[in-house]
């Protein structure tokens, strides 16, 4: 039985499962089970080569950015959404992260997206490398803090407003304790 699955063609229910007593051990198994696991993850996820053009997306990235397999897939990450990815801070830390087996952890990057506006996302980043030969991928996770942000800029605005009170009433008892004391 076959069922539509988000990127827009149908895929088998039965392609993540292996015979009974089978492991992944050849590149096709590992392969299916590689992008299962960045299918099964609720946070947008880009697979990027050491290039940095994108191997694959996770269901979260195409849904939370409004693309489709053929804007994204291939494509450096640069020029994604009319290159609102070309964040030259980014750009930086990204490409350090597979020659020196590095990571990235709640790299903050404010910037306006197309079709969702201004948003801010929290980025994490690491190389994967292998046994073989084969050429290391990076791993970008991506977090929007948008809300979280917002709410903390607004619990500080009214931390500012509260001491700004306080502040008024404490001069308004000081001038008031001057005016009222005997002369």
């Not at 070309?86 to 830390?93: A, C, H, M, Q, W």
């Amino acid at each position: 039985m076959e069922a539509p699955n988000w990127l827009g063609h149908p895929f088998a229910a039965e392609i993540l499962a292996l015979p009974k007593g089978q492991h992944f051990t050849n590149i096709d198994h590992r392969g299916t089970l590689a992008q299962a696991i960045v299918d099964t993850i609720r946070e947008p996820l880009l697979v990027l080569d050491k290039d940095l053009r994108v191997v694959t997306a996770n269901r979260s990235f195409y849904l939370m950015f409004r693309m489709n397999r053929h804007d994204v897939q291939g494509r450096p990450l640069y020029s994604l959404g009319e290159g609102q990815w070309n964040i030259p801070g980014l750009r930086l830390l990204l490409e350090r992260i597979a020659p020196r087996h590095a990571v990235m952890e709640a790299h903050e990057v404010e910037q306006e997206f197309s079709g969702i506006g201004r948003r801010t996302m929290l980025l994490n980043a690491r190389s994967v490398f292998y046994q073989e030969d084969y050429d290391a991928t990076i791993l970008l996770a991506i977090e929007d803090i948008t809300e979280q942000r917002a709410k903390e800029r607004e619990l500080h605005e009214l931390l500012q407003h509260k001491e700004l009170l306080l502040q008024e009433m404490q001069h308004r008892e000081r001038t008031r304790r001057f005016s009222s004391t005997p002369s």
